[in-house]
T-cell receptor
Framework: DAGVTQSPTHLIKTRGQQVTLRCSPK?????VSWYQQALGQGPQFIFQ???????QRGNFPDRFSGHQFPNYSSELNVNALLLGDSALYLC??????????????FGPGTRLTVL | GQSLEQPSEVTAVEGAIVQINCTYQ??????LSWYQQHDGGAPTFLSY????GLEETGRFSSFLSRSDSYGYLLLQELQMKDSASYFC????????????FGRGTQLTVWP
């Protein structure tokens, strides 16, 4: 049973560019959440997708957008990249029936570096 | 808004017991979770408390007091492999799970 997978593992972009990160949830999970983790910090909630809709959103600008597909996989898009967007981007999957959605399974993350 | 406070670092020796405290201020509180993250790794779920009291899972236990906006993670019989960052996280999003994480506590276990 595959866990949460993310691609790519690492990515280097320059300021102003756009990036797309991908996530496949754990088998049986239908909810995908995205987090940004800066070095030495805790993960910060970006947004969450359920039934192909953005259900909740954290305090991130509109440059951050996403999508969920019918197979529950998800993409995170970031436009007009800034140096401050350099971070580890984590995807987590869950299902409302699992500890009320609190037991989230995280992928290994995508390390984004913006130069 | 919300805030979570936890110590930045804790050190202990193998076999010892460590308690990592977490205090929070938030609206829309549904529960408190704990996650472990090794360097370069993904956060992994340890425990969740929705109600007051103690939850025990093997060597790890977690406690919550909703009236005090306080919780802790208790690690017993520490092992070297327990060296990692530990995060408390508040769920503000009901059944779908919208987690807000603290800044983490770096635990170092010495032989």
């Amino acid at each position: 049973d595959a866990g949460v997978t993310q691609s790519p593992t690492h990515l280097i972009k320059t300021r102003g560019q756009q990036v797309t990160l991908r996530c496949s949830p754990k088998s049986g999970h239908d909810t995908v959440s995205w987090y940004q983790q800066a070095l030495g910090q805790g993960p910060q909630f970006i947004f969450q997708y359920y039934e192909e809709e953005e259900r909740q959103r954290g305090n991130f600008p509109d440059r951050f957008s996403g999508h969920q597909f019918p197979n529950y996989s998800s993409e995170l898009n970031v436009n007009a990249l800034l140096l401050g967007d350099s971070a580890l981007y984590l995807c987590a999957s869950s299902t409302p029936g699992t500890s009320g959605g609190n037991e989230q399974f995280f992928g290994p993350g995508t390390r984004l570096t913006v130069l | 808004g919300q805030s979570l406070e936890q110590p930045s670092e804790v050190t202990a020796v193998e076999g010892a017991i460590v308690q990592i405290n977490c205090t929070y201020q938030t609206s829309g509180f549904y529960g408190l979770s704990w996650y472990q993250q090794h360097d370069g790794g993904a956060p992994t779920f340890l425990s969740y408390n929705a109600l007051d009291g103690l939850e025990e899972t093997g060597r790890f236990s977690s406690f919550l007091s909703r009236s005090d906006s306080y919780g802790y993670l208790l690690l017993q019989e520490l092992q070297m492999k327990d060296s990692a960052s530990y995060f408390c996280a508040v769920n503000r999003g009901s059944t779908l799970g919208r987690l807000y994480f603290g800044r983490g506590t770096q635990l170092t276990v010495w032989p």
